[in-house]
């Protein structure tokens, strides 16, 4: 399965959320199997209202999105950054570190926002893992990176190490907001998946020949976006 499969499985999930046209349709399927921090710290009241098991929720909240940009992006950094942990660790393993990381952003988040009834939906807590992997493996590797200036964008090498510190430095800066309710991404899910993925990495990695640069490593196209 790998990158790509997860990919795979991503893209067919968004299509089978829109597919019927409806937006109510939509709205239900996010808020039936999005992973909803309520549920998750009420499991006895949650098991006796029949909705969908909030601990599976978390597996399925991976692979649900709420638009087309929020999909797109996701899918974006994990073809950019996966396929070379996948690389690094073997596909099986990589699989294990993926969802393990989605599990602890996930946590992060209901950990932080007990109470909060919106539904979790989307990928990036578990890429956010992979970003961290990448950072403790790869750090010098060059990111070519979309840098807007002005009207003007300008493509730019960075070392990996610089923008996905600085892209794990706006997640931390956006938590007050998370926290105050006035965001609709899931910042700390984002903070918790990286941070678990710079644990993981060393763990997932045990056993294994250092990482060594690849063709994968040398050239990459991302956006410094909160995605």
Do not use: C, K
């Not at 597996?59 to 649900?64: C, G, I, R, T, Y």
Request: proline share 7%; aromatic share 14%; hydrophobic share 55%.
């Amino acid at each position: 399965m790998g990158t790509v499969g997860l990919i795979g499985v991503n893209l067919l999930t968004f299509l089978w959320e829109i597919g019927s046209g409806d937006p109510r349709r939509f709205e239900f399927v996010l808020n039936a199997y999005g992973a909803i921090p309520w549920r998750m710290t009420h499991l006895l009241l949650t098991a006796r209202s029949g909705v969908f098991p909030p601990l599976a929720s978390v597996f399925s909240s991976m692979f649900l999105h709420g638009s087309v940009a929020h999909l797109a992006g996701n899918i974006l950094f994990l073809w950019v950054f996966g396929r070379s942990i996948e690389d690094a660790m073997g596909t099986p393993r990589f699989l294990g570190f993926y969802f393990l990381s989605g599990i602890s952003a996930a946590a992060t988040q209901v950990a932080m926002m007990p109470s909060s009834h919106l539904p979790m939906v989307g990928a990036s807590g578990a890429i956010a893992g992979v970003l961290g992997a990448y950072f403790m493996f790869f750090p010098r590797q060059r990111v070519l990176t979309l840098i807007p200036i002005f009207v003007f964008i300008r493509l730019v090498y960075v070392p990996a190490a610089i923008f996905l510190g600085l892209w794990f430095l706006m997640q931390l800066f956006a938590i007050p907001q998370a926290l105050g309710g006035g965001a609709g991404v899931a910042f700390l899910a984002h903070v918790g998946g990286f941070v678990s993925g710079l644990v993981l990495a060393r763990v997932f990695s045990r056993g294994l020949p250092p990482p060594v640069p690849s063709g994968r490593q040398q050239q990459r196209l991302s956006f410094p976006a909160a995605y």
